[in-house]
Each structure stands twice: as C-alpha cells, then as structure tokens.
C-alpha cells in the first residue's frame, strides 16, 4: 500500500530532509560497484519494496543520477533473481545406474542361487531399457518445452505498486489494480513482448546483440513499438493513453485502418480514439503522467471527475458524485503518497468536499 502526504509544513520538512539524504547518498555512493549495491541493505530495501523512506530516497537518487541505474538495475536483478543451471548427468553414472538396475534383475529372490539370464533376455533388458530412456526424453523435452513457452504474470492489489525487472533489465514499475504478462524465456533474436491490463512506466534498455531490437507493449487494443525509451501507459475502462517521456514510440492498433499509425515525440499525449478511428495528440508534461513512480501525485488543474476515476482504477473505490456541478472543478498541487486515508482527508480539505466512506464507496459532495 503507497502512503500519501500532503504538501503540508511537515511534508514539506520531510521532503526537505529526503533531498539533504539523496545529497549525502551522493557523496556516499557515487563510486558503488555492483558488489556494493548487491552488499548495501537500503538498497535491498528498494529492490525488495520494504521500507519507504529506503525506496524513495533510492528513486530520487538513480533520477539524480542517471548513469548509474543501468549498474543498478544489474544489481537489482541480481538480488531478485536465481539462476539454474541444468545439472548434467555423466555417461559414466549413467552406466552404473543401468548396470545396478541389470544386476538387480538378474539376481534370485534366493540370494543363494542365482539364475542366468539368456541372451534373449539380455534383448527384452536393453528394449525396456531404450523405452524408459525414451520416455525420460520426451518427458525432460517436454518440461523444456513448456517451461520456455510459458508465462510470467505480476499483478499489483489496489493501492499497491511493484518494481519488475525483465529479462534484458529493462524495468516496470507497475501501478496499483494491474497486471503484466510476458513469456518466461525471451530470445534477444526476437521481439520482446509484454501484455499489460492497468497502467505501469516503462523503461527499456537497447537490446544487446544483433537483429532485430524491437519491444512491445500490447493492450487490449493498442500496440507500443518502442526502442530505447521511457513512457507511461494506461489502459483502463476501454480508455489507452501512452505518455512520452523520452526517445522514440511508435503506436498501432487493430481497429483502426491497416498501415495507419501515430509516431510520437518526448512530453506528448497520445489516445487512441475509437470514435474518431486515429490517435488523438497533444503537448503534456509527461512528469504529471508517471509521477506515482515517486510515490507522489502531481495535480495540474485536474478535475474532481479525473480525480474520481484515479480513486476507482488504482485504489478500488465505487465514487458516487452527488453534486454535478463539482465534477469540473480543479487542483494545483503535489500529493506525497502514504496511505489512501490521508489522501481522502487532503482531498476533502483542499477541494472542500464532504467525503464519507462506507465500506469501499465513497460519497463525495460540495461544502
């Protein structure tokens, strides 16, 4: 569960004092190697989503210092994941096995005598023999087989954010209510592919070697083809927005006519309108856009009307407002994310709202 804190004195303290710790990390830990982020526990922590003030502190600083979130992410990976290596089996253990096996066969229930086996028999032996070693194939090819095809799925609860990093160490940070899919065992001599419901920030990293360098995000209708960027998106409730905050994206979808694609550039907006059949653009800030990363929320004359569907897609509310003429009225400001119950007491003092709250419902109305 994220924890939001508002812009208040005390948030604001608290902010003060984060950056005066990102500025000694700074002094700390500007010549890490990998050995010293995989030894550090803070960084644990980020890597492992256990103590806040450990996450945030490590996100201000790898944005302050972008040239080492790549050794980072190495780290990262490094931590989370567990490499398993095929255990080989030598011929030489394999043919005592087998002998053990024919001894055992050929010996008498009377341990005193002992029944010859004939050559024939011999035959029968080594046929059943052949056929478990063929079923031992097929079996160990067939748990190969569907252990590189299978899937990885990460999903995040209401209010709820995760760290991924994939097999190329690009990372996704996946927001709360959603769900990344992608195949267990990726190929860097084919496109990497993700499948996403919900909302997450990419961050993808030039794919190493040669071919084809291509990734992409599929929602339920639209594909992103990216190379070596960061971008927001959000697919929610039939609505798919991508957000650019650097490099280069190029956007399709099966609805609209063949051929027919939108190419975007850094700090613009892209939905994909199904009314109009073509992707409807325009100029943001992308940081308004992927600011939860952060653990904060940035409001830019946002509507009460946005704000309701933020508080029923990422936190699993039912927002019934009871008052239309409050739907269009906005807030300016910068929310630090705690916890959903201090963001429901900020809302209702900054908008001047009456928020009740029963169960999952909220009843929102004007003062």
């Not at 997450?200 to 960027?229: C, E």
């Not at 001047?352 to 909220?362: E, F, K, P, R, Y």
Request: with cysteine; net charge positive; hydrophobic share 40%.
């Amino acid at each position: 569960m994220k924890k939001i804190i508002f812009s208040s004195g005390k948030a604001i303290r608290k902010c003060q004092t984060l950056y005066l710790e990102v500025d000694l990390l700074d002094m700390k830990f500007s010549d890490y190697k990998l050995k010293d982020f995989i030894q550090d526990e803070s960084f644990k922590n980020w890597v492992n989503n256990t103590v806040p003030d450990d996450m945030l502190q490590w996100e201000m600083w790898l944005d302050n210092n972008p040239h080492k979130r790549p050794i980072a992410n190495e780290a990262a990976a490094i931590i989370r994941g567990i490499a398993f290596k095929k255990k080989q089996v030598s011929r030489q253990k394999i043919d005592a096995g087998w002998q053990q096996v024919i001894s055992k066969i050929a010996q008498s229930r009377d341990a005193e005598a002992i029944i010859p086996v004939k050559k024939d028999e011999w035959r029968a032996v080594w046929r059943m023999a052949a056929v478990w070693v063929g079923l031992l194939v097929v079996a160990t090819a067939s748990f190969y087989f569907y252990k590189s095809n299978s899937k990885l799925q990460y999903q995040t609860g209401f209010g709820e954010t995760t760290t991924i990093i994939l097999p190329d160490k690009s990372t996704v940070v996946l927001n709360g209510n959603s769900k990344l899919t992608l195949i267990n065992n990726w190929s860097f001599n084919k496109d990497r592919e993700v499948w996403l419901e919900g909302e997450a920030f990419f961050s993808v990293l030039k794919k190493p070697g040669q071919g084809n360098a291509r990734f992409l995000v599929h929602t339920g209708d639209m594909d992103v083809k990216v190379l070596g960027t960061k971008f927001n998106v959000t697919n929610r409730k039939a609505k798919t927005r991508v957000v650019l905050n650097s490099g280069k994206v190029q956007l399709s979808a099966q609805t609209l006519a063949p051929g027919k694609s939108a190419i975007m550039q850094p700090g613009e907006l892209a939905e994909l309108r199904l009314d109009k059949k073509e992707f409807v653009k325009k100029k943001v800030n992308p940081l308004i856009y992927s600011s939860w990363i952060h653990k904060k929320l940035l409001f830019d004359d946002t509507s009460i009307r946005d704000i309701a569907a933020l508080l029923e897609d990422n936190y699993g509310f039912q927002v019934k407002l009871n008052d239309p003429a409050i739907m269009d009225r906005k807030l300016t400001g910068e929310v630090y994310v705690e916890d959903v119950e201090t963001l429901l007491k900020a809302l209702s003092k900054s908008f001047q709202l009456d928020i009740a709250q029963t169960g999952n419902v909220l009843v929102i109305k004007g003062r």
